[in-house]
């Protein structure tokens, strides 16, 4: 059977991903979801023309097979999926937490002017069935509601559903931890999650520095 395919990215398309995640979940026993989109693309449109744009969704999409992190769909505009089947929570939040940085690390790729001053960065929300959703719908809601929580934080970040937040922290941390934690995000003004995302980014970048 022949598959559906976007045409200016080459990855499947929207009537694949649905088919190929109803799939998913039917026959494996757990399943990660990733919705991604490109911060801000609207500008990128506005400023530099949708030529550039085609680039860069083109480039979005090269780096996104690069990264071998799931399968791809590009669902509309500048929204994708990544499937992750197999894949826990924990695993599907650190790949997608190195594709972002793999995005924003390939501006050259870009074209947009040197002088520009913006540079092309993703945002990310992820889900995981049967963990956060019993269904294929659900579990797409579950990873939008991540990707609009990332966004509400600053975009260019990885994150969970909401409910999610805390049920990670308090599994992994003393309850010290926790509370240390929240009295540092009331006095920086920043949410709880994007202290963690802060640190997990410095934490691959030192043991980035050390592999190579």
């Keep these: 059977m022949t598959k559906r395919v976007d045409s200016l990215t080459g990855l499947q398309n929207n009537e694949e991903f649905e088919q190929d ?8 026993d757990a399943v990660g979801l990733a919705s991604l989109d490109v911060d ?13 744009g085609d680039v860069v969704l083109k480039a979005i999409a090269e ?8 399968q791809a769909y590009r669902i509309s505009g500048d929204e994708y999926a990544i499937l992750l089947p197999g894949a826990s929570l924990e695993q599907a939040f650190l790949k997608m937490e190195s594709l972002r940085a ?19 960065t993703v945002t990310i929300g992820v889900a995981q069935y049967p963990r956060d959703a ?12 991540a990707l609009a929580s990332a966004k509400e934080s600053g975009r260019n970040l990885v994150a969970l559903p909401p409910s999610e937040d805390m049920i990670m922290k308090s599994c992994y941390y003393p309850a010290s931890m ?10 920086s003004k920043k ?6 995302r802060e ?6 970048r030192k043991y980035d520095r050390i592999a190579e």
Excluded at 179 to 186: E, N, P, Q, V
Excluded at 199 to 204: C, Q
Aim: net charge neutral; proline share 1%.
């Design 21 to 28: 995640l109803k799939a998913a979940i039917a026959k494996e």
């Design 199 to 204: 640190a997990l980014g410095d934490l691959i």
């Design 63 to 70: 780096s996104i097979k690069a990264a071998g992190v799931g």
């Design 191 to 196: 949410k709880e999650s994007h202290l963690l």
């Design 134 to 145: 019993k269904e294929a719908s659900a579990l797409r809601r579950a990873a939008d509601a």
């Design 102 to 120: 793999a995005v924003h690390a390939n501006q050259s790729a870009y074209g947009l002017p040197a002088d520009a001053g913006k540079e092309i």
């Design 40 to 52: 801000h693309f609207d500008v990128v449109n506005e400023q530099f023309g949708h030529e550039t």
């Design 178 to 187: 926790i509370r240390s934690l929240k009295s540092l995000a009331d006095k």
